[in-house]
C-alpha cells in the first residue's frame, strides 16, 4: 500500500471514505455547501499529502482529524452554530429496504438527529465517530487526540446525556 | 428506550446517504482541486527526503555527493589540486602548438613544484607523484620544440626563452627535492624523491646541450 502510486491511492481511500466524511460533515454543519465545501477541502488535504510523498497510515483517521479541525475552524468563523431539520436538508437521502416503516423511521431518525444536534460537540463526535461511522476506539482516540480510555469514558457520558433527551 | 435501542436508532443514521448527485460534484470539484500548485522550497525538501529514505541507490548517491562537498571544504589541500590539474591538463591537450603546450605545462610544472614547497609531510606522496607527471610531460614537450622556431607560431628567441625558464625550473626543482630528501624519513617517500631527482638530472642534461646549440 504504502508503495501505491499516489492517485491510485488517493482513488481507493476516496471511495472507501467518501460517503462518512460527508455525512459526518454535513450533521456537524448542516449546510450542504458547506458540508462540500469541507469535504473537498478534507480530501484535498489527503491528497497534498500523499503528493508531498507523506506516509499515511490510517487514511480513515487523517480523514476524520481532518474533516473535524474544518468544522471547528468553521464554527469559529461563524461564531454561531445552526440546526436545521433532518427533512429539510438537502443532498442527503435516507436508503433503507423497510419500504412499509419508511416515513416512521424517517421521522424517528429526524428526531434522534435534532436531539444529536443539542449535544456538546464532544459528545456529537463521538457518539457519530463509534456508533453511526463504526470508527474504533484507538482511531477516535486518534482523531480527538485523546486517550482510549477518556474516549471510552466520552462514549459512555455522551450515550447517557442523549438517552436523557429522548 | 434502553442503550441497545438507542444505539440501533443511532445506528439507522448511516442509511443517510449522499445522493448520486452530490457524490459528482464532490467528486468533479475534487478532481478539478488536484491540479496541484508548484511546491514550494520547503515542500520540495521535506519531498526531497522522504524520497531518500524510501530509496537507497538515490539515497547512496546524494550521500557520495554530500560527502564529496564536506571533503572539498574540509580537505580542500587534496581535493581542488585534483580538479585544478584536470582543468590544467585538458588546457594543454587543447593548445594550438607544440610551443602554445610547452609553455603551458611547464606553467603547470611550476604550479606543482610551488605546491610541493608549501606542502608539508602531509599529501607528499600524492604530490610527488603529480610532479613528477608534470615534468615529465613538460620535458616531452619542451624537447619537442625547433630551435630555430616556426614561421607564424614561435621564433628562436621565444623557444630560447623556454629553455631557460625550464632550465632555471629544473635548477628549482632539484634544490627543493634535495631538501626534502634531508627531511624525510619515510623510505617510501625517499626512493620517490630519488627518481625524481635522478629525473630531473636527465631533463637538466637534456636542457643544456639544447642551450649549447644556441649562439651565444
Same mark, same amino acid.
Given at each position: 500500500?504504502?508503495?501505491?502510486?499516489?492517485?491510485?491511492?488517493?482513488?481507493?481511500?476516496?471511495?472507501?471514505?467518501?460517503?462518512?466524511?460527508?455525512?459526518?460533515? /454535513?450533521?456537524?454543519?448542516? #449546510?450542504?455547501? *458547506?458540508?462540500?465545501?469541507?469535504? $473537498?477541502?478534507?480530501? %484535498?488535504? =489527503?491528497?497534498?499529502?500523499?503528493?508531498?510523498?507523506?506516509?499515511?497510515?490510517?487514511?480513515?483517521?487523517?480523514?476524520?482529524?481532518?474533516?473535524?479541525?474544518?468544522?471547528?475552524? /468553521?464554527?469559529?468563523?461563524? #461564531?454561531?452554530? *445552526?440546526?436545521?431539520?433532518?427533512? $429539510?436538508?438537502?443532498? %442527503?437521502? =435516507?436508503?433503507?429496504?423497510?419500504?412499509?416503516?419508511?416515513?416512521?423511521?424517517?421521522?424517528?431518525?429526524?428526531?434522534?438527529?435534532?436531539?444529536?444536534?443539542?449535544?456538546?460537540?464532544?459528545?456529537?463526535?463521538?457518539?457519530?465517530?463509534?456508533?453511526?461511522?463504526?470508527?474504533?476506539?484507538?482511531?477516535?482516540?486518534?482523531?480527538?487526540?485523546?486517550?482510549?480510555?477518556?474516549?471510552?469514558?466520552?462514549?459512555?457520558?455522551?450515550?447517557?446525556?442523549?438517552?436523557?433527551?429522548? | 428506550?434502553?442503550?441497545?435501542?438507542?444505539?440501533?436508532?443511532?445506528?439507522?443514521?448511516?442509511?443517510?446517504?449522499?445522493?448520486?448527485?452530490?457524490?459528482?460534484?464532490?467528486?468533479?470539484?475534487?478532481?478539478?482541486?488536484?491540479?496541484?500548485?508548484?511546491?514550494?522550497?520547503?515542500?520540495?525538501?521535506?519531498?526531497?527526503?522522504?524520497?531518500?529514505?524510501?530509496?537507497?541507490?538515490?539515497?547512496?548517491?546524494?550521500?557520495?555527493?554530500?560527502?564529496?562537498?564536506?571533503?572539498?571544504?574540509?580537505?580542500?589541500?587534496?581535493?581542488?589540486?585534483?580538479?585544478?590539474?584536470?582543468?590544467?591538463?585538458?588546457?594543454?591537450?587543447?593548445?594550438?602548438?607544440?610551443?602554445?603546450?610547452?609553455?603551458?605545462?611547464?606553467?603547470?610544472?611550476?604550479?606543482?613544484?610551488?605546491?610541493?614547497?608549501?606542502?608539508?609531510?602531509?599529501?607528499?606522496?600524492?604530490?610527488?607523484?603529480?610532479?613528477?607527471?608534470?615534468?615529465?610531460?613538460?620535458?616531452?614537450?619542451?624537447?619537442?620544440?625547433?630551435?630555430?622556431?616556426?614561421?607564424?607560431?614561435?621564433?628562436?628567441?621565444?623557444?630560447?626563452?623556454?629553455?631557460?625558464?625550464?632550465?632555471?625550473?629544473?635548477?628549482?626543482?632539484?634544490?627543493?627535492?634535495?631538501?626534502?630528501?634531508?627531511?624525510?624519513?619515510?623510505?617510501?617517500?625517499?626512493?620517490?624523491?630519488?627518481?625524481?631527482?635522478?629525473?630531473?638530472?636527465?631533463?637538466?642534461?637534456?636542457?643544456?646541450?639544447?642551450?649549447?646549440?644556441?649562439?651565444?
Amino acid at each position: 500500500m504504502e508503495n501505491q502510486n499516489p492517485h491510485q491511492k488517493f482513488e481507493e481511500v476516496y471511495h472507501a471514505h467518501v460517503k462518512a466524511i460527508f455525512r459526518f460533515v /454535513y450533521f456537524k454543519v448542516s #449546510d450542504y455547501e *458547506t458540508a462540500l465545501d469541507i469535504t $473537498q477541502e478534507t480530501f %484535498l488535504k =489527503f491528497w497534498k499529502a500523499l503528493y508531498k510523498g507523506q506516509v499515511v497510515k490510517n487514511p480513515k483517521a487523517f480523514l476524520f482529524f481532518i474533516a473535524r479541525g474544518l468544522v471547528v475552524d /468553521y464554527y469559529r468563523r461563524r #461564531d454561531h452554530r *445552526t440546526h436545521v431539520p433532518l427533512e $429539510q436538508i438537502e443532498g %442527503l437521502i =435516507f436508503t433503507t429496504d423497510d419500504l412499509d416503516n419508511k416515513l416512521d423511521k424517517e421521522r424517528q431518525i429526524s428526531q434522534l438527529f435534532a436531539k444529536l444536534h443539542e449535544l456538546r460537540e464532544d459528545y456529537q463526535d463521538i457518539l457519530i465517530l463509534y456508533y453511526i461511522e463504526e470508527v474504533e476506539v484507538p482511531d477516535i482516540a486518534e482523531i480527538v487526540q485523546k486517550t482510549e480510555n477518556a474516549v471510552r469514558v466520552l462514549i459512555h457520558r455522551a450515550l447517557k446525556e442523549l438517552k436523557g433527551k429522548l | 428506550m434502553n442503550d441497545n435501542e438507542l444505539i440501533e436508532k443511532l445506528k439507522q443514521l448511516k442509511k443517510l446517504e449522499p445522493s448520486q448527485k452530490t457524490l459528482a460534484v464532490l467528486e468533479s470539484r475534487i478532481k478539478a482541486g488536484q491540479a496541484m500548485p508548484a511546491p514550494s522550497l520547503k515542500e520540495k525538501l521535506g519531498t526531497l527526503v522522504r524520497r531518500l529514505q524510501t530509496r537507497p541507490v538515490l539515497a547512496a548517491g546524494a550521500l557520495a555527493v554530500c560527502l564529496l562537498v564536506v571533503a572539498t571544504v574540509t580537505e580542500r589541500n587534496l581535493v581542488l589540486p585534483q580538479a585544478q590539474l584536470l582543468w590544467d591538463r585538458t588546457e594543454i591537450a587543447l593548445a594550438p602548438n607544440r610551443f602554445e603546450k610547452a609553455k603551458l605545462a611547464l606553467e603547470l610544472s611550476q604550479k606543482q613544484l610551488y605546491a610541493l614547497q608549501s606542502t608539508k609531510n602531509q599529501n607528499l606522496a600524492l604530490q610527488l607523484t603529480y610532479l613528477s607527471q608534470a615534468a615529465s610531460q613538460t620535458d616531452g614537450y619542451v624537447r619537442a620544440l625547433n630551435l630555430k622556431g616556426e614561421p607564424g607560431k614561435y621564433t628562436m628567441a621565444q623557444c630560447l626563452a623556454v629553455y631557460r625558464t625550464y632550465g632555471n625550473y629544473l635548477d628549482t626543482l632539484k634544490g627543493t627535492i634535495q631538501n626534502r630528501l634531508s627531511s624525510v624519513s619515510d623510505q617510501r617517500t625517499q626512493a620517490q624523491l630519488q627518481s625524481l631527482l635522478s629525473k630531473t638530472s636527465q631533463y637538466e642534461q637534456g636542457v643544456d646541450s639544447k642551450l649549447r646549440q644556441y649562439p651565444d
